[in-house]
């Protein structure tokens, strides 16, 4: 199993000691919910509030391309949100994506991800203008 796999397998999980192992001593990982997070306090934080406001995850590793330093993955990310969100509480969320894993030493050192946001808040009971409103912040400057 690859660390991309591991990774995925840990957050299905909801192994947060696991999904650090992945991860090195100042790793940066760019959620597009949660936001940038640093270092292992940071990281297991947002993992914490990632299950305590879903369950029931499927993160899928559809397609993995990587090398020594660097992997791409396509995926499928499902959830059911739990009253920890509450507009949204019981939804259950699909939605496809793409990340980037920066490896150094075997383990993660920075992770970013690209995915289609606006299918994903849909599905949380999110309004069509609040959507736009969430989506217009992501736009570049210009």
């Not at 999980?13 to 090195?24: Q, S």
């Not at 259950?92 to 994506?97: A, E, K, V, W, Y």
Request: aromatic share 12%; hydrophobic share 40%.
């Amino acid at each position: 199993m690859n660390l991309v796999e591991r990774f995925a397998e840990a957050f299905n999980r909801h192994d947060v000691d696991g999904l650090l192992d992945c991860f090195t001593a100042d790793a940066t990982y760019r959620d597009l919910f949660y936001g940038p997070h640093a270092g292992p306090a940071g990281l297991r934080g947002m993992f914490e509030r990632m299950f305590r406001e879903g369950r029931d995850y499927r993160w899928s590793m559809d397609a993995i391309v990587m090398d020594d330093r660097r992997a791409a993955a396509e995926w499928t990310f499902a959830y059911t949100a739990t009253a920890a969100v509450p507009r949204s509480e019981g939804r259950r969320i699909r939605f496809s994506g793409m990340s980037i894993f920066e490896m150094e030493g075997g383990r993660i050192r920075a992770y970013r991800e690209y995915a289609n946001t606006g299918a994903a808040l849909l599905q949380l009971g999110f309004a069509p203008e609040s959507i736009a409103k969430v989506l217009s912040r992501g736009l570049p400057a210009g």
